[in-house]
Every structure is written in C-alpha cells, then in structure tokens.
C-alpha cells in the first residue's frame, strides 16, 4: 500500500483542501478531499488490465464548490429525504431547509441529504493512517447545536481505508449532547465501464433485499414495506439494470430492505459490468439501501470532459430507512446522548 497527499486547492473561505491518494497492490486507486470527504476518484483495472475510473466526479475542486449532484459526497446530517423539512422530536417541532424544490401541489420540497450546507459541504480534517495490509484517512468533523436545525452538538469521524485485498470500508461514528437524527452515507456515482463510458443500464445489479418501500410522487416512501416479487423492483437474482426501468416512472430512486434492525455486517448489493468484468459487491450494518440510477443527470461535464447524461452513473448509498424521522413504525435513526451511532460499508471490488 502506498499513500501520498497533495493540495487540492482553497474555498471561498480561504480554506485549504488537501487530496489524499491510496494505491493498493491490485492496481486499485482512491482519490480522496477534505472537502465533503468527497471521492474524486476511483481507479480498476478491467479484466485486460485496462485501468479506468469508475466514480463520477471533476477534475478540480472548483466544480464541487458550486451546485452538483453529490458527486462522491460524505451525506449528514440525515441522508436522503425528510418530507416538508420538519419533524417532532421530544414533543418540539423542528424546522429545516427545504433545499429540494416541491414535486407536487401544495407541497414545501423535501429537505435532501442536511441541506443547503450539509456534510458533503463541510471541510474535514484529517488524519492519514497506514497499518500491515491496509492504509486510510480518519476525516473528522464537530457539527454545532443548530447547525441546519438540527439539534445537539455532534462530533462525527468518517474512516475511508483501502486493503490490498480489494475491499474499501467506509466507518461511521459519532456522538451527540443532545438527541439528534442521524443517518450518514456516501453519495458516489458508479460506472463499472469508466466514467463517462456511457449509462449503466447494462450492469447486472443483484440487491438481496426481499423488500423495498414505496415512494410518492416528492420520492417520500409511503409507509408502506412491500415485497419486491412480482414487482420491477425484484433484483434477489442479478439482472440488467436498464430491463424493468420503463416500468418504473422516472427511475429508480427507492430504498432496499432485508432485516430492519440487524447490526450484523452482512452483503447487501452485488453489481458487474459484462464487457469489463469489474464487479463490486457492498455489504453493510444497516437495514438497507437506496438504489438510485442517476435521473437527474443532465449533460454535466466531468473529469475529462467526460459528460454525465442521464443513468451514467448507479449510486447504492447503505442508509436507514429514509424520512424516519416522521415514521414511528420505521427502525428510529435518533442517536441519543451516550450512545455512539456506528455504520460500517464495505465495498469489495472483483474481476469476472
């Protein structure tokens, strides 16, 4: 394993952001920043040899300081969406920006992944780390009582460590003073053919997940948890992403269940691209995870001027169930004072 870091460049603020590089012994390479812990870059040999990046992301650090999609994103306080920005907690409503725009009459928008200056906004610090098979970087961040309406002051650390047997681990941890909700994931986009290669509708994608929720026309489950036989959501054998995807009105943006509750670390996501052979599989501690196929991506340009249409990228970002926060009958993601939120994902990377 080797590790090296690099300036990435300054914020707006005057903030210094620093790149790490991870390269392990099978020719895996990951590129990580202090700002948004966002993974810029993530380096596979195919089955040939031929070396592509396979996350969606840019060149420069300037692209991530404006408006985009996520790209690689550390996502807190609360990933994914909370319906109308608000919920009750301890008999207190709580208030948080609607940075989603409405999707249906009469509706605020939803508040998507913290808010308008979220985690994936936030600059990290870090701490570089080598052991015997494996080297990483531990990001750390202390969010203060209000910060986006969330309550509680929370300390938060986020370990990214790459093995030389393939396998990259995302650790989550954090603490709070006060109760707060917490639900913290990655938000990278993955093309196994390379970004910028074209869509991913042909990768098989495997979820071993015999239930799904469904969402509303604002993306908000419905409360309901359904089985996924008979249903286009049904990925418990592996099939082309792209074969049930008319069937289900603007792509998939839904979440993925096995055993609500279980702590276990246990595979949860298996994907391959045919003509690469690169394969990825994710296993994780939480109760699932929410497949989205990139629909809104709309001709951005990336690294490489590689531009991102619509399905280039497949983000399978390990989460609790979304907008909990409002669901009494869904597994609670408020983190109480004395307790310690954990969330290990794993990624382990193949050839076929």
Request: hydrophobic share 35%; proline share 6%.
């Amino acid at each position: 394993m080797t590790l090296s870091k690099k300036p990435y460049g300054t914020t707006l603020q005057g903030r210094r952001i620093e790149r790490f590089i991870l390269d392990n012994a099978k020719g895996l390479s990951l590129e990580l920043i202090t700002y948004g812990g966002i993974i810029t870059s993530f380096t596979m040999p195919d089955r040939l040899g031929r070396s592509a990046n396979i996350v969606l992301g840019f060149d420069s650090l300037e692209p991530y300081l404006a408006r985009h999609p996520y790209f690689g994103a550390l996502i807190g306080r609360v990933a994914s969406r909370i319906a109308e920005g608000s919920f009750y907690l301890e008999g207190r409503e709580y208030k948080l920006a609607c940075n989603e725009k409405p999707r249906s009459p009469g509706s605020l928008g939803s508040h998507l992944h913290g808010g308008r200056a979220g985690f994936d906004k936030a600059v990290w610090e870090a701490k570089a780390f080598r052991e015997a098979d494996r080297a990483g970087v531990k990001l750390s961040y202390d969010s203060p009582d209000g910060e986006e309406g969330y309550p509680g002051a929370l300390k938060v650390t986020a370990t990214y460590s790459l093995s030389d047997e393939g396998v990259l681990d995302i650790e989550y941890r954090a603490e709070s003073d006060k109760p707060t909700p917490v639900n913290l994931t990655n938000h990278s986009y993955w093309n196994l053919g390379g970004a910028g290669s074209g869509d991913i509708l042909n990768h098989l994608l495997q979820l071993y997940c015999p239930f799904y929720l469904p969402a509303d026309e604002r993306l908000i489950p419905t409360g309901e948890i359904l089985s996924v036989k008979g249903t286009p959501m049904d990925f418990l054998e592996a099939k082309p992403i792209g074969r049930d995807l008319e069937r289900v009105p603007g792509g998939y943006d839904h979440y993925f269940t096995a055993a609500a509750g279980a702590e276990s670390l246990r595979p949860v996501a298996r994907v391959v691209e045919p003509e690469s052979g690169r394969g990825m599989e994710i296993w994780t501690t939480l109760p699932g995870i929410q497949l989205y196929t990139g629909n809104f991506l709309d001709g951005i340009r990336g690294a490489g001027g590689a531009v991102f249409n619509r399905h280039a990228g497949l983000c399978l970002e390990t989460t609790s169930f979304p907008d909990a926060v409002n669901r009494a009958h869904f597994p609670s993601c408020i983190l109480q004072p004395g307790q310690t939120y954990r969330h290990l994902t794993r990624h382990r990377f193949f050839l076929e």
